[in-house]
């Protein structure tokens, strides 16, 4: 029998915003989902005006739309992981909140996206209490840079890994996800570091070398979508992480490969496959 055809390939849905010139949001999730071998589904919960330059806009999508959109999907598909990035306004997050609490799927990645690449946020003030409340001891795994962290916290800009390991350690205790993944992307270096934080305080760090490139718009929609991918098809959480910084790390040295946009142009999610074509 074809060894292929024994393999369940895992159905992830990502709930985000569009980014309508593909970096980031949905669209990227999409795309690094479907090349890490997951079937993707993707929910809309807040639609962008925005390029490589900038945001020009947001306009959030209805929340009993979004439910909607959910009971469509859950009540349907079997979803064996869910990915959760941009999420607008308290409305929308209380809705997502009480659909994983219906359909319990086994592992939700939670992205907290609040501002973007370029310094526009995304993240309205009054929805960040709803995240820290509802979503995050909902989470597997989350997964904020050193800004997203350090609001998350309500702290001043971390500089250290020193730092980064007590903020990982202090949201596990305080917002109770299971894991915790603070990416260091913003720290100065030659080398970018992850530190992983779980269960039993466990602690490990992920690194790569830093690539000297400006397009790197998405990489954390990127990453964490990864993560939601490989989460079905590896034996735990820290292994999923190491594949996904790989992966990414490759989507980032590749990303010059592309020619998308004249600001911080898109990672390159499918730099594995396209070189085989």
């Not at 985000?16 to 949001?25: K, N, T």
């Amino acid at each position: 029998m074809d060894v292929r055809a024994q393999k369940r390939i895992p159905n992830v849905l990502t709930i985000a915003g569009i980014d309508p010139s593909g970096g980031a949001g949905l669209l990227a999730d999409v795309k690094a989902m479907s090349a890490l071998g997951a079937y993707a589904a993707g929910v809309p919960a807040a639609l962008t005006a925005q390029n490589t330059r900038g945001v020009a806009g947001v306009m959030p999508i209805p929340a009993a739309f979004v439910e909607a959109e959910l009971e469509a999907v859950f009540s349907d598909l079997r979803i064996d992981a869910v990915k959760i990035g941009m999420l607008n306004d308290a409305a929308v997050i209380e809705t997502v909140a009480s659909q994983l609490e219906k359909y319990a799927p086994r592992w939700v990645v939670v992205d907290p996206v609040m501002v973007a690449k370029s310094g526009d946020r995304l993240l309205r003030e009054d929805a960040l209490e709803a995240l820290k409340r509802r979503l995050m001891p909902l989470a597997t795994l989350v997964t904020p840079n050193l800004p997203e962290a350090a609001e998350l916290l309500a702290k001043g800009e971390m500089t250290s890994r020193d730092e980064m390991s007590a903020a990982a350690r202090e949201i596990r205790t305080h917002l109770h996800p299971e894991w915790v993944l603070v990416k260091g992307g913003h720290l100065s270096g030659d080398d970018s570091a992850d530190c992983l934080c779980g269960p039993e305080d466990f602690t490990e760090w992920f690194s790569a070398a830093r690539t000297h490139t400006k397009n790197t718009h998405g990489t954390g929609c990127t990453l964490s979508s990864a993560i939601a991918a490989l989460l079905p098809q590896t034996e735990s959480v820290p292994l999923a992480v190491k594949k996904a910084k790989e992966y990414l790390s490759g989507a980032i040295q590749h990303a010059d490969e592309l020619s998308v946009g004249s600001g911080h142009g898109p990672t390159h999610h499918f730099w594995q496959l396209w070189q085989q074509m």
